[in-house]
């Protein structure tokens, strides 16, 4: 079983950056595809981006394209959002999740998650 650990999170004025962090618990995370999920209060969770195990795949949500990038360093276990220009609609708990189906953007396809970490994002 994979243990997934978020970090990063953080209060940030809007215009601003973070990096938030995905570590795994197992080795076996090369073998797993990883998206960040969010969810704003009040809200469904919804899709941010995914990445796939090999990393020459990712997708991304329409609402963050050209700001958030994904990446993942299989040595260290871990994978990476960075996160640019932020806005204050981007605040919410931001979780990551991992799949050994093909890497996409729905969450029964992710078998694992964090607990999530919180990015808020001033006005």
């Known amino acids: 079983q994979v243990q997934l650990a978020e970090s990063g999170g953080s209060l940030v004025q809007a215009g601003g950056s973070l990096r938030l962090s995905c570590l795994a618990s197992?080795?076996?995370?090369?073998?797993?595809?990883i998206a960040w999920f969010r969810q704003a209060p009040g809200k469904e969770r919804e899709f941010v981006v995914a990445i796939s195990w090999s990393g020459t795949i990712t997708y991304r949500a329409d609402s963050v394209k050209r700001r958030f990038t994904i990446s993942r360093d299989n040595a260290k276990n871990t994978v990476y959002l960075q996160m640019n220009s932020l806005k204050p609609e981007d605040t919410a708990v931001y979780y990551c999740?991992?799949?050994?189906?093909?890497?996409?953007?729905?969450?029964?396809?992710?078998?694992?998650w964090g607990q999530g970490t919180q990015v808020t994002v001033s006005s």
């Open positions: 197992e080795r076996t995370f090369r073998n797993y595809a």
């Open positions: 999740a991992a799949g050994r189906s093909k890497t996409g953007s729905l969450e029964r396809q992710y078998d694992y």
